[in-house]
């Protein structure tokens, strides 16, 4: 299975507008069905997938619930320091078009290239103000 920097960057950007801390300081996770409901343009297969490379990657801290030798559900409880200063680099969408159009004449690029790129184009935006 390939993995989707459309759906990596969507994911990121859904977890950090919905995951949080109840008035009891407890954490409020999102699970499989809210992120299958919430990005209907990604299969449940696309968004687990992801959803277990990000977690591996360290952007995001998860449960996985294996049952039967595959996935039951996935609890997605925050995000990690490094998904927030991942999407903070990819937020914009203007950045995000040119991430996607320098990473489209090469083919594929890693999560920390495309980091990089974001974090390069943002500084030639702060230039030109």
């Given at each position: 299975m390939k993995l989707d920097h459309n759906c990596i960057r969507a994911i990121l950007l859904y977890s950090e507008e919905h995951i949080g801390l109840d008035e009891n300081l407890g954490w409020q996770p999102l699970n499989l069905e809210d992120y299958c409901d919430?990005?209907?343009?990604?299969?449940?297969q696309e968004i687990a997938y992801t959803l277990c490379l990000l977690d591996e990657a360290g952007y995001v801290d998860t449960h996985i619930i294996d049952a039967d030798g595959g996935i039951c559900d996935i609890n997605v409880y925050r995000l990690t320091y490094s998904g927030h200063e991942f999407i903070d680099t990819i937020r914009s969408n203007k950045?995000?078009?040119?991430?996607?159009?320098?990473i489209s004449t090469i083919g594929s690029a890693s999560l920390p290239i495309i980091q990089e790129l974001g974090s390069h184009y943002a500084i030639e935006l702060l230039k030109q103000q």
């Open positions: 919430a990005l209907p343009k990604y299969s449940r950045i995000w078009n040119r991430i996607a159009s320098a």
